[in-house]
């Protein structure tokens, strides 16, 4: 994805004395969603310096074959949870919108997943997209999702 972000941002991130530790560090490869299955990987970022959001969406075939990888910026701002929601909900309406049903969606915000799996959404805002990504894996005759 390219969300460009005020260089003075990395900056002071690197020269930051904060040190951040890992207790644990744990390996993950790509797993095929299956035969006829699609996958979609969702990413998203926050700029707050420039009041940007970037969405990245990938969607591959059981090969892990990319067909389409689009990315979008937009001058807006929310927060991680609601941009991370927002890409799921664009990538998941680009995989209907070209018949790449069913599929497979994977993001790296836990909470997002915690809240479609669950399938009850939230009162925030966060939950409002939450019933728009339940609506299109209901109607969009996917059995596949997170």
Known sequence: MHTRC?????KSVQQSDRLI???RVELVKWK???QGVWKINTDAAT???NTAIGLGIVIGDMSG???????LKLQAMFSALVT??????????LAIESGMVPFQ???NSLHVVE????GVPSPAVVGSIISLILFHIEHGRNQEYL
Do not use: Q
């Open 115 to 118: 809240l479609v799996n669950r």
């Open 6 to 10: 005020n260089t003075s941002d990395w």
């Open 21 to 23: 530790s890992l207790s």
């Open 32 to 34: 095929s969603p299956g």
């Open 105 to 107: 969606i994977e993001s």
């Open 65 to 71: 074959i990319v067909k389409v990888a689009p990315s």
């Open 47 to 49: 700029c707050y310096s």
């Open 84 to 93: 991370e929601a927002m890409a799921v909900y664009r990538g998941i309406l």
